[in-house]
């Protein structure tokens, strides 16, 4: 089995900040890439950030800059520092882990059980 668990969730004012995280454990042999996504009540779940396994990121293009990825291989760990937060942030955020385990021939998608962000005054 291979557990996500996400942390760092929360209420926040608008023009605040949040840090989520997310570990990884389990029978995970290989990570590849890594990310967050997100979804809003009545919307499609959405990218909002990745993290190649070396480092490279890619981002939604609304985020303009306020949000950033990284991650700790050593701890199997990927973070989002989501800055200047809007009302329009709100949502259930989602970790993403692209991988494998020993046993598969191919690597899969994994996903934690979400991590609820509400931006609000």
């Known amino acids: 089995q291979v557990q996500l668990v996400e942390s760092g969730g929360g209420l926040v004012q608008p023009g605040g900040s949040l840090r989520l995280s997310c570990a990884v454990s389990?029978?995970?042999?290989?990570?590849?890439?890594m990310g967050w996504y997100r979804q809003a009540p009545g919307k499609q779940r959405e990218l909002v950030a990745g993290?190649?396994?070396?480092?490279?990121?890619n981002y939604a293009d609304s985020l303009e800059g306020r949000f950033a990825i990284s991650r700790d291989n050593a701890r199997n760990s990927v973070y989002l520092q989501m800055n200047s937060l809007k009302p329009e942030d709100t949502a259930v955020y989602y970790c993403?882990?692209?991988?494998?385990?020993?046993?598969?021939?191919?690597?899969?998608?994994?996903w934690g059980q979400g991590t609820q962000v509400a931006v609000s005054s």
């Open positions: 389990g029978s995970i042999f290989s990570i590849y890439a």
């Open positions: 993403n882990v692209h991988g494998r385990k020993l046993s598969d021939p191919s690597p899969t998608d994994y």
């Open positions: 993290i190649s396994s070396g480092g490279r990121t």
